[in-house]
């Protein structure tokens, strides 16, 4: 992953109406409907909302590799989370929540993939504006937010590439195993992260 694919994002080139929607627009429906799915009760109505997302991704012409990317580096934390919340709250509660999870982290990334980063970075820096009243750079904020967000799915898919790792090996019930290649394949990211911004001068 070169320092420009780790600034720009995923964003996939397109001309649809999510592409078109104001970025300001999309967190603010991304947080409405982010708290729409945990005041969802029912593993019906949910079913419903994964209904809406799919619509939602076939508009944004993404493509279902693009979508499936998305969703991908969580599916065992998913089905990790399935199996806890079945053995402490039973069926009906494991599928809501996974549901919820799942749904959330489609949500996000499909703000990822119709946005482009300086976009997204643009509009919060005008959200965060404020910031300025208690000494605060609104750009260095947004910037921060920008790369946490992207942040989130590079190491969920490292994640997902080191445990296919483990398993080609034969190691995959070993924690050392897992937890090294993890922190150093971050740690690398955070490098080639570092050299990026340092190369267009925010190297402080």
């Known amino acids: 992953m070169t320092g420009m694919d780790i600034l720009t994002g995923a964003y996939v080139h397109g001309s649809s109406p999510l592409h078109r929607l104001p970025p300001a627009a999309k967190l603010g429906l991304l947080a409405l409907a982010c708290t729409g799915l945990v005041l969802l009760g029912s593993p019906l109505a949910l079913a419903g909302a994964a209904v809406v997302v799919a619509g939602l991704y076939a508009v944004s012409r993404v493509g279902v590799a693009a979508a499936w990317a998305q969703i991908r580096p969580v599916r065992w934390f998913a089905v990790a989370l399935f199996a806890m919340q079945w053995a402490f709250v039973g069926l009906e509660g494991a599928v809501s929540t996974t549901l919820r999870v799942v749904l959330a982290v489609a949500l996000a990334g499909l703000v990822t993939l119709t946005t482009r980063t300086s976009d997204m970075m643009a509009a919060l820096e005008r959200l965060l504006s404020p910031a300025r009243f208690v000494g605060l750079d609104p750009f260095r904020l947004s910037l921060l937010l920008s790369l946490t967000i992207r942040s989130v799915p590079v190491v969920a898919a490292l994640a997902t590439r080191v445990r296919e790792a ?26 080639a992260l570092g050299e990026a911004l340092s190369a267009r001068g925010l190297d402080d």
């Open 166 to 191: 483990q398993r080609a090996r034969g190691v995959e019930r070993s924690l050392r195993a897992f937890a090294v290649p993890l922190v150093v394949s971050s740690l690398r990211h955070a490098d």
